[in-house]
């Protein structure tokens, strides 16, 4: 039985309690273009979506944004950057910490909708405000979507829910880049259907509507590596998965084929300091493969500012709560050793 805690405030009365001044809307519709000439390839940059595995904190994070932004214009001729700001987390068992959009306060673990919302709006008009980088976020449950849509850049569509009809139908609606990443199994079969579903028109219906969308173009591939039936991660970054990748691609006809490469969860092993060697990888390959430079747009990086991991009720300052994450020093160092491989 589902039990009615509160009735939460639609998205129009949100966005007017937390809204979008036009100024920064005009930086947001910038950066989106940007990032659509990277996907259909009539900019030659390739994009950084980098940032925590989960946005917790919006000091720390704000802070870790506005540090990404300096060095993201030392590097903007080479290289887009779009910091990670992930309010809402999916959890395998269906336990632990939710993100901000269920937790607002990190040190009070009760569930609080309204006030989730109200939060992840504020940290995301903060940090375009302080850097001017507008964010990706993930869009783990489809009808929150209108809550943000109108300051992001970028959204993800998760290993968990790549192959769900709702997600698929929205991510033809939005007019933004969206990300699908191969399925847990790591079938890019699966992820080339879902990418198809959401470039095609589509209606159905949309929370309390019916609606009719003209399909997103700008729907894409992302490679996560995988997990078996033994449950042991399995990457799918190497040259000869991309290549495969490359071909089904291209058998499928979609407009705008792009590859980005997740270079932690399943790809790393869930070891996160192997996201420096995945991306210098993955980058080596792009300088002697026309095909993969080509199709690869960029790479997904987990960083934060202190290395590793703490538990959602510890207090280390800019350091995840989620997935470990490479720190400052390092991520700054990879990002100028990147752009100097480019």
């Known amino acids: 039985m589902l039990e009615v805690v509160k009735t939460l405030s639609s998205s129009e009365e949100i966005k007017a309690q937390v809204p979008l001044s036009e ?5 947001k519709l910038d950066r989106d273009a940007q990032m659509k000439a990277i996907l259909d390839g009539s900019d030659k940059r390739k994009a950084l979506i980098i940032g925590p595995c989960s946005a917790d904190n919006a000091d720390a994070v704000c802070d870790y944004v506005s540090r990404l932004a300096k060095v993201a214009d030392k590097v903007k001729d080479k290289l887009f950057i779009v910091p990670r700001i992930y309010t ?4 395998t068992k269906g336990e632990g910490y939710k993100g901000i959009l ?11 909708i309204q006030a989730g919302i109200v939060a992840l709006r504020h940290m995301h008009l903060r940090a375009i405000a302080e850097s001017g980088l507008s964010a990706a976020d993930e869009m783990l449950y489809p009808d929150n979507h209108v809550y943000l849509d109108d300051m992001l850049t970028y959204v993800a569509i998760g290993a968990r829910s790549t192959e769900d009809q709702q997600h698929r139908l929205v991510a033809s609606g939005i007019d933004l880049p969206a990300g699908f990443k191969n399925p847990m199994n790591g079938s890019v079969r699966v992820t080339i259907n879902s990418i198809y579903a959401a470039h095609i028109p589509n209606e159905f219906k949309y929370r ?4 009719r969308t003209q ?3 700008y729907a894409h591939m992302i490679l996560r590596g995988g997990v078996d039936v033994y449950n042991n991660n399995f990457p799918n970054y190497h040259y000869e998965d991309i290549m495969g990748a490359i071909e089904l691609y291209e058998q499928s006809k979609l407009v705008n084929p792009a590859i980005i490469i997740d270079t932690n969860h399943s790809n790393s092993g869930k070891k996160y300091l192997e996201q420096i060697r995945i991306a210098k990888e993955v980058f080596g390959n792009m300088k002697w493969n026309g095909m993969i430079m080509k199709y690869v ?14 538990s959602p009720s510890g207090n280390v300052y800019g350091q995840s709560v989620t997935d470990s994450c490479i720190g400052w020093d390092k991520t700054e160092r990879l990002i100028y050793d ?5």
Not at 102 to 112: F, K, L, V, Y
Request: net charge negative; no cysteine; charged share 25%.
């Open 23 to 27: 100024s920064l809307k005009a930086i």
């Open 297 to 310: 747009k960029g790479l997904l990086i987990e960083s934060y500012i202190e290395d590793g991991a703490q």
């Open 338 to 342: 990147l752009a100097d491989m480019i």
């Open 88 to 91: 809402n987390k999916p959890r």
């Open 208 to 211: 309390q509507y019916q609606v």
């Open 215 to 217: 399909g997103n173009p």
């Open 102 to 112: 269920h937790n607002p306060d990190p040190h009070n673990s009760r569930t609080d």
